[in-house]
């Protein structure tokens, strides 16, 4: 949520961060600005909208300058609108915030009782006006001491001041923010992607710490303004995984990247020669775990979902799932014999994150599972199993979701093995399963023909369900999340079992339901469930796996045969036409389908 840059260096610095700007914009695109240091005056251009609105607005009023900040806004006080864009500024400082400041209406009423004027609705523009005051009496550092005492909740700013032509201030409680070192420059960056274009040299800030950024070096100081040591980290540069290459949006990409990511992730996990899984330095002995909680937000929530079942089918471990906004606010039993696994593709989910920290106050165990692996929540963890899938650009996340039920699947396998809860007959069938899931995701990726004719069915509609079973429920809720977060169609994810406790009023005839039913365990019973909604007058789309005895065509509107594998596998694979699903329905109606309304990839505040 919201993006941040800033560069101090020997030239003029708006071109490159506009450049970087368009990179964060996956993290907010409802405003953007710019504000850069020319001949000692603060000047700012900013503009309601995506980037490409900036550029035009930038073109007619030029702004030069060898220091600046840049912003890209998802909104949380006020309305995206050009006076609530960042950088805000007064004629002393410029400010630019990703995060939340909770108690900006009592400071806003304290600085408007000593004369400071506000232009903005934003809980901002305190930053700026607090800074401009205690100015006035301290030094530039005893300055930002003193404001970052005085403001509550999260956030990572970027801050220029109109006396200092080379001195940026960074600063982060919460929410994420990077160093980067470049060749008589230096920045400051939301995350390494914003960065990379300039510098594979980063250095992440911790929580609490703020830094002091020239073109020749940068200093790093902890919240009582006592220098720290950090160290600088050398990112890969792999590029052409940030680009779009022939697609026409990084979703199409990202969906078709899946048989390699699965790939990738396989060969990283699995010993192909000894059948074996290489989970090295597992920090915790079998017996002191006794009990699991999966947390996450969204799509990450949904693998925790899927993971449950696969837990609670091979080990004989208790097994819970927690949404975590809601964990990081309840009265929780920590427990010690508990294994706390923290599920985020960004790394930096804010919710997913304080719980990640309470946890770790409570001294539990704690284990992400992360795309990102330089993300706070992977430092922060205990024991990190990445998902190896590559950046993923796209708001939705597709390819990140297969990687942590891939991921999450293995690591149930191995504690399941390594507690004697399956022999090893199985533990070899289901490993060696694993190296056919790429293959089969590749198949079932020519479905595409078949969803292409659907969707147009799902875009017209008032709305549409997705039911399923046992493993197909969680998959039945991210096939709703992805229709209803790219083609704004109501879209509502249901246990297949639990249609006539209610939802089944909502039936009406022509209504479009996607039912999951692979044949595996539940198989009769979802056929069952369906039946019921056909009677009611649903147009019933039915993914299913592919079977030559048993043919399933009764009343049934439209179907999709996914490759055969092992049933604990057949998420992987009816996940697929979902996706498609979603992306063609907001194709059909035109929308921005890497950058839905209203959301952003990134989600750094609560
Ligand atoms: O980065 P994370 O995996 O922690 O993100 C969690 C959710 O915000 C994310 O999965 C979101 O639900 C997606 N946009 C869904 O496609």
């Given at each position: 949520?919201?993006?941040?840059?800033?560069?101090?260096?020997?030239?003029?610095?708006?071109?490159?961060?506009?450049?970087?700007?368009?990179?964060?914009?996956?993290?907010?695109?409802?405003?953007?600005?710019?504000?850069?240091?020319?001949?000692?005056?603060?000047?700012?251009?900013?503009?309601?909208?995506?980037?490409?609105?900036?550029?035009k607005n930038l073109s007619k009023q030029k702004i030069d300058g060898n220091i600046g900040i840049g912003?890209?806004?998802?909104?949380?006080?006020?309305?995206?609108?050009?006076?609530?864009?960042?950088?805000?500024?007064?004629?002393?400082?410029?400010?630019?915030?990703?995060?939340?400041?909770?108690?900006?209406?009592?400071?806003?009423?304290?600085?408007?009782?000593?004369?400071?004027?506000?232009?903005?609705?934003?809980?901002?523009?305190?930053?700026?006006?607090?800074?401009?005051?205690?100015?006035?009496?301290?030094?530039?550092?005893?300055?930002?001491?003193?404001?970052?005492?005085?403001?509550?909740?999260?956030?990572?700013?970027?801050?220029?001041?109109?006396?200092?032509?080379?001195?940026?201030?960074?600063?982060?409680?919460?929410?994420?923010?990077?160093?980067?070192?470049?060749?008589?420059?230096?920045?400051?960056?939301?995350?390494?992607?914003?960065?990379?274009?300039?510098?594979?040299?980063?250095?992440?800030?911790?929580?609490?710490?703020?830094?002091?950024?020239?073109?020749?070096?940068?200093?790093?100081?902890?919240?009582?303004?006592?220098?720290?040591?950090?160290?600088?980290?050398?990112?890969?540069?792999?590029?052409?995984?940030?680009?779009?290459?022939?697609?026409?949006?990084?979703?199409?990409?990202?969906?078709?990247?899946?048989?390699?990511?699965?790939?990738?992730?396989?060969?990283?996990?699995?010993?192909?020669?000894?059948?074996?899984?290489?989970?090295?330095?597992?920090?915790?002995?079998?017996?002191?775990?006794?009990?699991?909680?999966?947390?996450?937000?969204?799509?990450?929530?949904?693998?925790?979902?899927?993971?449950?079942?696969?837990?609670?089918?091979?080990?004989?471990?208790?097994?819970?799932?927690?949404?975590?906004?809601?964990?990081?606010?309840?009265?929780?039993?920590?427990?010690?014999?508990?294994?706390?696994?923290?599920?985020?593709?960004?790394?930096?989910?804010?919710?997913?994150?304080?719980?990640?920290?309470?946890?770790?106050?409570?001294?539990?165990?704690?284990?992400?599972?992360?795309?990102?692996?330089?993300?706070?929540?992977?430092?922060?963890?205990?024991?990190?199993?990445?998902?190896?899938?590559?950046?993923?650009?796209?708001?939705?996340?597709?390819?990140?979701?297969?990687?942590?039920?891939?991921?999450?699947?293995?690591?149930?396998?191995?504690?399941?093995?390594?507690?004697?809860?399956?022999?090893?007959?199985?533990?070899?069938?289901?490993?060696?399963?694993?190296?056919?899931?790429?293959?089969?995701?590749?198949?079932?990726?020519?479905?595409?023909?078949?969803?292409?004719?659907?969707?147009?069915?799902?875009?017209?509609?008032?709305?549409?369900?997705?039911?399923?079973?046992?493993?197909?429920?969680?998959?039945?809720?991210?096939?709703?999340?992805?229709?209803?977060?790219?083609?704004?169609?109501?879209?509502?994810?249901?246990?297949?079992?639990?249609?006539?406790?209610?939802?089944?009023?909502?039936?009406?005839?022509?209504?479009?339901?996607?039912?999951?039913?692979?044949?595996?365990?539940?198989?009769?019973?979802?056929?069952?469930?369906?039946?019921?909604?056909?009677?009611?007058?649903?147009?019933?789309?039915?993914?299913?796996?592919?079977?030559?005895?048993?043919?399933?065509?009764?009343?049934?509107?439209?179907?999709?045969?996914?490759?055969?594998?092992?049933?604990?596998?057949?998420?992987?694979?009816?996940?697929?036409?979902?996706?498609?699903?979603?992306?063609?329905?907001?194709?059909?109606?035109?929308?921005?389908?890497?950058?839905?309304?209203?959301?952003?990839?990134?989600?750094?505040?609560?």
């Amino acid at each position: 949520m919201c993006g941040i840059i800033g560069i101090t260096s020997t030239k003029n610095v708006s071109a490159s961060i506009l450049n970087s700007l368009r990179k964060l914009e996956y993290r907010g695109y409802d405003s953007a600005g710019i504000a850069t240091l020319e001949s000692g005056i603060i000047k700012e251009v900013k503009c309601e909208g995506r980037v490409d609105a900036l550029e035009k607005n930038l073109s007619k009023q030029k702004i030069d300058g060898n220091i600046g900040i840049g912003h890209v806004r998802w909104a949380t006080h006020g309305v995206p609108s050009t006076i609530n864009a960042h950088p805000h500024s007064s004629d002393k400082v410029s400010v630019v915030h990703n995060g939340i400041i909770e108690n900006s209406t009592i400071l806003k009423k304290l600085l408007i009782k000593k004369g400071y004027e506000f232009k903005s609705q934003t809980d901002t523009e305190v930053i700026v006006h607090l800074i401009t005051d205690y100015l006035k009496k301290n030094n530039l550092k005893n300055s930002i001491i003193k404001m970052l005492n005085k403001v509550h909740g999260s956030f990572a700013l970027g801050i220029i001041f109109q006396d200092q032509p080379d001195l940026i201030v960074g600063a982060r409680r919460g929410s994420p923010l990077a160093v980067g070192y470049g060749p008589n420059e230096n920045y400051l960056g939301s995350d390494s992607y914003a960065l990379k274009s300039m510098t594979n040299k980063v250095t992440y800030l911790n929580d609490s710490e703020f830094c002091i950024v020239k073109k020749d070096g940068v200093e790093f100081f902890d919240e009582k303004g006592n220098k720290v040591n950090k160290k600088v980290l050398e990112l890969s540069k792999n590029e052409n995984q940030y680009e779009k290459g022939d697609y026409k949006h990084f979703m199409a990409k990202e969906i078709d990247e899946q048989p390699i990511t699965i790939k990738n992730c396989v060969n990283e996990y699995i010993n192909r020669i000894s059948n074996s899984l290489n989970i090295y330095n597992f920090p915790w002995k079998d017996k002191d775990i006794s009990s699991i909680l999966l947390i996450g937000c969204g799509t990450a929530y949904h693998s925790c979902l899927m993971a449950k079942y696969w837990f609670e089918q091979m080990t004989t471990l208790d097994v819970n799932v927690d949404i975590a906004s809601e964990f990081r606010y309840r009265k929780n039993r920590f427990k010690k014999d508990c294994l706390y696994i923290f599920v985020s593709q960004s790394g930096e989910t804010a919710d997913t994150y304080a719980a990640l920290d309470l946890c770790n106050k409570n001294n539990v165990k704690t284990c992400s599972i992360v795309n990102v692996v330089e993300s706070s929540i992977a430092r922060d963890s205990k024991f990190v199993l990445p998902i190896h899938c590559g950046p993923e650009i796209g708001v939705a996340s597709t390819k990140a979701f297969l990687g942590q039920m891939l991921v999450l699947y293995i690591l149930c396998l191995k504690l399941a093995y390594a507690r004697k809860d399956i022999d090893k007959k199985i533990f070899s069938f289901k490993v060696k399963s694993l190296l056919e899931l790429s293959k089969n995701v590749k198949k079932t990726l020519l479905t595409e023909d078949q969803i292409q004719l659907v969707c147009k069915s799902f875009v017209d509609a008032k709305g549409s369900m997705f039911l399923g079973r046992g493993f197909s429920y969680p998959i039945a809720l991210e096939g709703a999340l992805k229709l209803k977060e790219l083609a704004y169609v109501h879209a509502e994810g249901y246990p297949a079992g639990e249609m006539k406790h209610g939802p089944l009023a909502l039936i009406e005839d022509g209504m479009p339901v996607v039912v999951l039913a692979p044949r595996d365990e539940y198989f009769k019973k979802t056929i069952s469930n369906m039946q019921e909604v056909i009677a009611r007058g649903a147009k019933v789309l039915l993914i299913t796996n592919k079977n030559k005895d048993e043919v399933v065509h009764e009343n049934i509107w439209q179907s999709i045969e996914v490759e055969n594998i092992n049933d604990d596998l057949l998420p992987f694979l009816i996940t697929i036409p979902l996706q498609k699903l979603a992306y063609h329905s907001a194709l059909n109606k035109g929308y921005d389908i890497d950058k839905p309304r209203n959301l952003a990839k990134s989600v750094t505040v609560e």
